[in-house]
C-alpha cells in the first residue's frame, strides 16, 4: 500500500458512500442504495468485484454476487457468472424477476441477459493487479505440494453494502470476484444466503468479507442477525462477540459490517485492515486500518 493506493481507495470509498447517500437524500429505498454503492464497486478496479475480481486457477473469472431487503426476506444470489458487467443486477434481477432465489453459472448468465442486464467479454475484468497475484500464487503453488492457504497471494477480497431508508426498511448486497487460484468452480459464502448476506427488519442487515468456508459453516450473517433479534443483545456487542470470539476461535478470517433499524453499525473484523465507511446525516468517515 503506497501513500498515492491509499489516496485512491479513500477517495473511491467515499464515492461509493456518496452513490448510496444521493439515493436515500433523494427518498430511495435501502435496496437502491446498496445497489448503487455496489454497483460503483463492481465498475472499479480498485476492488476484487465486478470488473477488478480476481482470477481463478485456470486464469478465469468467476463472479459471485446477492440481495437480500428485510422488509419481506425477498433474496436473490447469483454464481459463477462469466460476462454479466454487473453481478450485483442479476442478483437483484433473481430477487425481483423470477421465483427463485439462487442461480448458478451458465444459466445464471442466460437469465442475467434475458434480463436486459450489460454482457461484457473476459477482457473487461482483467486488471494488471489481480493477475500478478495469480501469478505469485501459482508459483508459489509450484513449489509447495499441498493446496494454497489464506495468504497475500490467495487473499480473498469483498464488496458490499448494508442501507436503512425512511421507510425504516433494511437492505444489504454483496458482490466478489471470489478467491485467488480458485478452482472446481469454487463458492465462497458472498452469494449464499444467511451467510455472507443478510437482511431482516427484525434484526439488522449484514454483508460479510473474509475466508468464505467459515462463514458458510458458521451461518454468519443469519446468526448475527439471530442473536440480535432473539438474543436481545445490542448490534455491535453481537457481531464482536460472533467476529471476535467465535470465527477467531475457529481460525477464520475476515469482517463484517451490520446496521440495524435504530441506526446503529457494527463493523468488526480479524484483519490488519477492512476498507470501510458509513455515511449518515451530517456524518461520514472512511477508514482501511484497524487502528483508525
Not at 428485510?70 to 454487473?86: E, F, H, P, Q, Y
Not at 450485483?88 to 434475458?114: C, N, Q, R, Y
Not at 508459489?140 to 505440494?145: D, L, N, P
Request: hydrophobic letters at 40%; a negative charge; proline letters at 4%.
Amino acid at each position: 500500500m503506497t501513500p498515492e493506493r491509499d489516496s485512491l481507495y479513500r477517495q473511491a470509498l467515499n464515492e461509493a458512500l456518496d452513490a448510496g447517500e444521493a439515493v436515500l437524500e433523494a427518498g430511495g429505498t435501502a435496496v437502491d442504495a446498496v445497489l448503487a454503492v455496489v454497483v460503483y464497486m463492481e465498475d472499479s478496479p480498485l476492488f476484487n468485484a465486478g470488473r477488478g475480481a480476481g482470477f481463478t486457477a485456470e486464469g478465469r473469472n468467476e463472479l459471485d454476487a446477492a440481495i437480500m431487503r428485510g422488509d419481506d426476506l425477498a433474496a436473490g444470489s447469483v454464481t459463477g457468472l462469466t460476462r454479466i458487467k454487473n453481478p450485483i443486477l442479476a442478483a437483484h434481477a433473481v430477487m425481483t424477476a423470477s421465483e427463485h432465489v439462487f442461480l448458478s453459472g451458465p444459466g445464471a448468465d442466460a437469465f442475467a441477459e434475458s434480463q436486459g442486464l450489460d454482457t461484457v467479454g473476459p477482457a473487461y475484468f482483467f486488471t494488471p493487479e489481480r493477475w500478478e497475484a495469480l501469478e505469485k500464487a501459482r508459483r508459489k503453488e509450484a513449489g509447495t505440494s499441498s493446496l494454497p492457504g489464506l495468504d497475500a497471494d490467495t487473499k480473498y477480497g469483498t464488496v458490499g453494502a448494508v442501507a436503512l431508508d425512511r421507510a425504516g426498511h433494511l437492505a444489504a448486497a454483496t458482490s466478489t470476484g471470489g478467491m485467488t487460484l480458485k478452482r472446481w468452480n469454487r463458492i465462497g459464502d458472498a452469494p449464499v444466503i444467511g451467510a455472507g448476506t443478510y437482511a431482516d427488519n427484525r434484526a439488522c442487515a449484514v454483508s460479510c468479507t473474509g475466508h468464505g468456508e467459515y462463514f458458510i459453516r458458521y451461518a454468519v450473517a443469519h446468526d448475527l442477525a439471530a442473536r440480535v433479534r432473539h438474543g436481545r443483545a445490542s448490534l455491535r456487542a453481537a457481531a464482536d462477540s460472533l467476529i471476535m470470539g467465535e470465527l477467531l476461535r475457529a481460525g477464520g478470517l475476515g469482517g463484517l459490517i451490520a446496521l440495524d433499524t435504530a441506526g446503529q453499525m457494527a463493523m468488526p473484523f480479524i484483519t490488519p485492515g477492512m476498507y470501510r465507511g458509513y455515511a449518515r446525516p451530517g456524518t461520514r468517515e472512511v477508514a482501511i486500518y484497524g487502528d483508525e
